[in-house]
């Protein structure tokens, strides 16, 4: 008799997508006419992102992010929408909808209708992205927060996007798999994850867990450098599966401040921005730093876009970090 393998067309990471804070973009992309003067009608913009359709407005006051479709006949706000007075216009009768996604006026009416409210999500504006919270439960708030990461003594260095058909746990899981630096990349040798701890949410809660959503990762690695092989740290701190900054500490200071947001179940958009600490050396290393850390990540999208996520992997003795990171990101799957 024939033997059928039942993991074969098996999908390839078994896991909802995430929730947390996501950005949307950056601050300074997106289109400027969503914010205008006093009296004229705001653009809406549409975008794509945790499974959903998804639209942005600012209301004179702060962006909003709502899901996209009215819910009085389902037209897509984002086709054919404005803003009026900081609400939000559909274009398909005109019925409004507030900051709260509260319906505001009904046309030919003098009632609103309560049942017509858009799923809204909360949003922040912290290092230059516009980020949002997502929860497949629409009922459950933030339950951390993301503080300012890159101060103002920070100088911008560089930037990249990629859209890599793949999932934020296998691309953020790279960051403590230590081997394959050497076999991927060429790094000189095997470095070392040294130390990491999590925090608990802002009031305390860990959500029945013994990790919290904010990570601490400190690895050991050699660098190789004009001057020889040096060894260097290497500081990872995840806020949750959609942020995290890396500070590289060799000659100078680099920081690198990533933010991950799921498109749908096999896609996530990447966005890279780099800075330095100011000081000379770290402004001269700053450029080949940035090619180098792009060229190393489009090493692996070819790996992230191929591979399967294999949930009770045969690891080496030094690959326990893999399972603690394991462990700290089932967390986010609800």
């Given amino acids: 008799m024939q033997t059928i393998d039942a993991s074969i067309g098996a999908v390839r990471f078994p896991k909802p997508i995430p929730f947390g804070w996501f950005s949307a973009g950056r601050v300074g992309e997106i289109p400027s006419d969503l914010i205008t003067a006093d009296g004229e009608a705001g653009a809406v913009w549409s975008f794509r992102a945790v499974g959903r359709e998804l639209v942005a407005w600012h209301d004179g006051e ?38 709260s996604g509260a319906n505001a006026s009904i046309p ?18 912290i290092d230059g992205h516009l980020r949002f919270w997502y929860h497949p439960d629409p009922t459950v708030e933030p339950t951390w927060e993301i503080p300012t990461l890159i ?49 608990p949410t802002v009031n305390g ?4 867990r013994s990790a919290g959503p904010i990570r ?7 660098y190789e450098t004009p001057k020889g092989l040096e060894d260097g740290e290497l500081n ?3 806020y949750g599966p959609g942020t995290s900054v890396t500070t590289f500490a060799l000659f100078g200071t680099i920081k690198l401040l990533a933010t991950t947001t799921p498109i749908d179940n096999g896609h996530c958009t990447i966005r890279m921005n780099f800075f330095h600490d100011g000081q000379e050396l770290s402004a001269a290393i700053a450029p080949a730093f940035v090619k180098e ?22 690891l080496a003795s030094y690959e326990k970090p893999i399972t603690e990171f394991r462990s700290w990101a089932a967390q986010f799957y609800a």
């Avoid at 030919?108 to 858009?118: E, G, H, I, P, V």
């Avoid at 809660?205 to 029945?208: E, I, N, Y």
């Avoid at 601490?216 to 050699?222: D, E, G, S, W």
């Fill in 216 to 222: 601490h990762v400190i690895n050991k690695t050699v």
């Fill in 108 to 125: 030919f009416s003098d009632r609103t209708n309560a049942k017509a409210q858009l799923r809204m999500y909360p949003t922040s504006e």
């Fill in 205 to 208: 809660s860990t959500s029945g």
């Fill in 236 to 238: 990872v701190d995840m």
């Fill in 151 to 199: 101060d103002d003594s920070m100088i911008p260095c560089g930037t990249a996007e990629w859209t890599v058909a793949s999932y934020w746990q296998e691309m953020a899981e790279n960051s403590i798999d230590m081997a394959h630096f050497v076999f991927i990349h060429g790094s000189p040798g095997l470095g070392e994850v040294v130390s990491a701890t999590s925090e």
């Fill in 62 to 99: 702060q962006y909003r992010i709502a899901d996209a479709f009215c819910p009085h006949l389902g037209a897509h706000l984002g086709v054919g929408g404005r803003v009026d007075d900081g609400c939000l216009v559909c274009p398909f009768h005109e019925w409004t909808f507030d900051g």
């Fill in 293 to 314: 850390v792009k060229r190393q990540f489009e090493q692996d999208i070819p790996i992230w876009e191929n591979k399967r996520f294999v949930a009770s992997p045969a």
